[in-house]
């Protein structure tokens, strides 16, 4: 158990809806990632806050959004959804002690198929 | 545009030889790379990393090897265990700037057989 959970575990959407996936980061840490990883793909790197900020930035579709909020988790907003959209999001969290080389904590994931 | 690749969709080794990862990038401002290891519905795993500044870092059964003149890292499990069966994925980035991406290649599957 990395620390990081992510809800729901599982989402089924049709094409054209809005879904919004939650990340809680391990206590402690600052900085969230979201990842997309579709099928037989690598992870992608969508984007990252650190202490409610935004800070990095991926390919991440202008459909696409993100937030963190004071209580430091994260929301990732997906809307007009395509069936390319189905995918694995994850959420990773790090300390972020000013270094890049922080380690980040995955969460396990949450399978978003739009039908 | 695909800056950290991992060729190899899948490996199968003997319990007990050495297993052998592979991953090429393209970007040379690439200085920080990492191997991850994730099991079935579960996120990936930070497992190791190495620096541009050493060619070698090794931690336990683990080591990992990077060649910067010709953009190649490898992951050497040495011996394989049954547990190792898992999905490896590479990934890459650079620390010029505080915050920054981090690239990922497609994974590789090992499958250690007993």
């Known amino acids: 158990d990395s620390g990081v959970t992510q809800t729901p575990k599982h989402l089924i959407t049709a094409t054209g809806q809005r879904v919004t996936l939650r990340c809680s980061p391990r206590s402690g840490d600052l900085s969230v990632y979201w990842y997309q990883q579709s099928l037989d793909q690598g992870l992608q790197f969508l984007i990252q806050?650190?202490?409610?900020?935004?800070?990095a930035k991926g390919n991440i579709l202008e459909r696409f959004s993100a937030q963190q909020f004071p209580d430091l988790h994260s929301e990732l907003n997906l809307s007009s959804l395509e069936l390319g959209d189905s995918a694995l999001y994850f959420c990773?969290?790090?300390?972020?002690?000013?270094?890049?080389?922080?380690?980040?904590?995955f969460g396990p994931g949450t399978r978003l198929t739009v039908l | 545009d695909q800056q950290v690749k991992q060729n190899s969709p899948s490996l199968s080794v003997q319990e007990g030889r050495i297993s052998i990862l592979n991953c090429d990038y393209t970007?040379?401002?690439?200085?920080?790379f990492l191997w991850y290891k994730k099991y079935p519905a579960e996120g990936p795993t930070f497992l190791i990393s190495i620096s541009s500044i050493k060619d070698k870092n090794e931690d336990g059964r683990f080591t990992v090897f990077l060649n910067k003149s010709a953009k190649h890292l490898s992951l050497h499990i040495v011996p394989s265990q049954p547990g190792d069966s898992a999905v490896y994925f590479c990934?890459?980035?650079?620390?010029?700037?505080?915050?920054?991406?981090?690239?990922f290649g497609s994974g590789t599957k090992l499958n250690v057989k007993p």
């Open positions: 970007n040379s401002m690439f200085d920080y």
């Open positions: 990773a969290s790090s300390v972020y002690s000013g270094d890049t080389t922080d380690t980040q904590y």
């Open positions: 990934a890459a980035t650079t620390t010029l700037y505080n915050f920054n991406k981090f690239y």
């Open positions: 806050y650190y202490n409610g900020e935004e800070r």
